[in-house]
T-cell receptor, first 115, second 114 residues
Framework: EPEVTQTPSHQVTQMGQEVILRCVPI?????FYWYRQILGQKVEFLVS????????KSEIFDDQFSVERPDGSNFTLKIRSTKLEDSAMYFC?????????????FGEGSWLTVV | AQKVTQAQTEISVVEKEDVTLDCVYE???????LFWYKQPPSGELVFLIR??????QNEISGRYSWNFQKSTSSFNFTITASQVVDSAVYFC???????????FGSGTQLTVLP
């Protein structure tokens, strides 16, 4: 069964360092997302991406964050200068369509620890 | 603004018991979609079900069943004859017709004891 894959599964980084989280969405999907989950808390929307541009973003997704689809398969989330509060599980997701009823499939997550 | 409430933070049952996970939602839209996701200890989010606001028919899939009631704005999830492998955090989520992002509840940690 097709799935969303994410790398790395776990990364430890020092505060102030740049981090890139990578994702390979399901191959025929057109819409891509990043969500995050701080330990013990709910899953929160960060950003959605379609046709090589951001279609929606939350207030969490500030200037420190950026997304890119550098080639036909990868979708990346970059955090420019990490803070302690960026420590969280980051989920990549994808869907075939970008309407509210379309099912969003999630990857296994990338656990980011900022020290 | 949309909101999803899962009042049960943690539930613990013994294997083979039935268990119901509650989900109450708030939305101003008449068109919306409700979802359940499972997050096992390994951390991934696994899609379980999607319902739209126009379809109140209850659904059964094996040991899983869902009860959607618009009158009480609830979308509850029942696991029949629970198994240890059902131990996970279960999230209810919502998207509205005008918004395209999933709004998640805070999750219910289900522990099934052998």
């Amino acid at each position: 069964e097709p799935e969303v894959t994410q790398t790395p599964s776990h990364q430890v980084t020092q505060m102030g360092q740049e981090v890139i989280l990578r994702c390979v969405p399901i191959s025929n999907h057109l819409y891509f997302y990043w969500y995050r989950q701080i330990l013990g808390q709910k899953v929160e929307f960060l950003v959605s991406f379609y046709n090589n541009e951001i279609s929606e973003k939350s207030e969490i997704f500030d200037d420190q964050f950026s997304v890119e689809r550098p080639d036909g398969s990868n979708f990346t989330l970059k955090i420019r200068s990490t803070k302690l509060e960026d420590s969280a599980m980051y989920f990549c997701a994808s869907s075939w369509e970008h309407n509210s009823g379309n099912t969003i499939y999630f990857g296994e997550g990338s656990w980011l620890t900022v020290v | 603004a949309q909101k999803v409430t899962q009042a049960q933070t943690e539930i613990s049952v013994v294997e083979k018991e039935d268990v119901t996970l509650d989900c109450v939602y708030e939305t101003r839209d008449t068109t919306y979609y409700l979802f359940w996701y499972k997050q096992p200890p390994s951390g991934e989010l696994v899609f379980l079900i999607r319902r739209n606001s126009f379809d109140e028919q209850n659904e059964i899939s094996g040991r899983y069943s869902w009860n959607f009631q618009k009158s009480t704005s609830s979308f509850n999830f029942t696991i029949t004859a629970s198994q240890v492998v059902d131990s996970a955090v279960y999230f209810c989520a919502l998207t509205e017709g005008s918004a395209r992002q999933l709004t998640f509840g805070s999750g219910t940690q289900l522990t099934v004891l052998p």
